[in-house]
């Protein structure tokens, strides 16, 4: 399935430097989510963006920083990482976010800190 | 808070059946996810469930009942492509849009 497209699929960086994470979907969807996976724990819920408003913050550290300029594009961008964020990112989108149709998901970015 | 719990791992053979349970602690509910998620690839969808009973699809079947807290994943026929992880999420009352995902159950087929 091509609906939602992440990029890179994998990322190494330092811990003082600055990357992003895009994704993309193709489903005419308005909302969008990241996720972050690691070995053995459930999926954690990120950000969400709802016709393109945050509206969902999930207490996560200042050193991600979300951007949604569209309704079809998602950002993540990275600076001063730990290494404890090394983990899968997740990118997914919905008809919109109280609707129960299903999420559709990206490949991931296999995000590693050095 | 949401408390949502699968068995970590399941073993089985090729052309067998495997039940993969789940249950669940939700402030409110409104649906139940089941995903499938092959190593380095996207979970995908594979079923939705918000009444009790029995949803079948092909070989997949999926089960809830809401009194208990619980459902299940049938899988039926086994095949060698059915390694995977299986991610229980649940949705909770309708003003609360966010899933909450079990941490995965890893089955493994055997020839």
């Known amino acids: 399935e091509t609906g939602v497209t992440q990029t890179p699929r994998h990322l190494v960086m330092g811990m003082t430097n600055k990357k992003s994470l895009k994704c993309e979907q193709h489903?005419?969807?308005?909302?969008m989510y990241w996720y972050k996976q690691s070995a053995k724990k459930p999926l954690e819920l990120m950000f969400v963006?709802?016709?393109?408003?945050?509206?969902e913050n999930n207490s996560v550290p200042s050193r991600f920083s979300p951007e949604c300029p569209n309704s079809s594009h998602l950002f993540l961008h990275l600076h001063t990482l730990q290494p404890e964020d090394s983990a899968l990112y997740l990118c997914?989108?919905?008809?919109?976010?109280?609707?129960?149709?299903?999420?559709?998901f990206g490949d991931g970015t296999r995000l590693s800190i050095l | 808070g949401q408390n949502i719990d699968q068995p970590t791992e399941m073993t089985a053979t090729e052309g067998a059946i495997v039940q993969i349970n789940c249950t669940y602690q939700?402030?409110?509910?409104?649906?139940l996810f089941w995903y499938q998620q092959h190593a380095g690839e996207a979970p995908t969808f594979l079923s939705y469930?918000?009444?009790?009973g029995l949803e079948e699809k092909g070989r997949f079947s999926s089960f809830l009942s809401r009194s208990k807290g619980y459902s299940y994943l049938l899988l039926k026929e086994l095949q060698m492509k059915d390694s995977a992880s299986y991610l229980c999420?649940?949705?909770?009352?309708?003003?609360?849009?966010?899933?909450?995902f079990g941490a995965g159950t890893t089955v493994t087929v055997r020839a």
């Open positions: 997914a989108s919905s008809q919109d976010q109280n609707s129960n149709q299903p999420q559709h």
């Open positions: 963006y709802n016709f393109k408003e945050q509206t």
């Open positions: 939700t402030s409110g509910f409104n649906g």
């Open positions: 469930n918000v009444l009790d």
């Open positions: 999420a649940v949705k909770g009352s309708f003003n609360d849009y966010k899933l909450s």
């Open positions: 489903l005419g969807h308005n909302a």
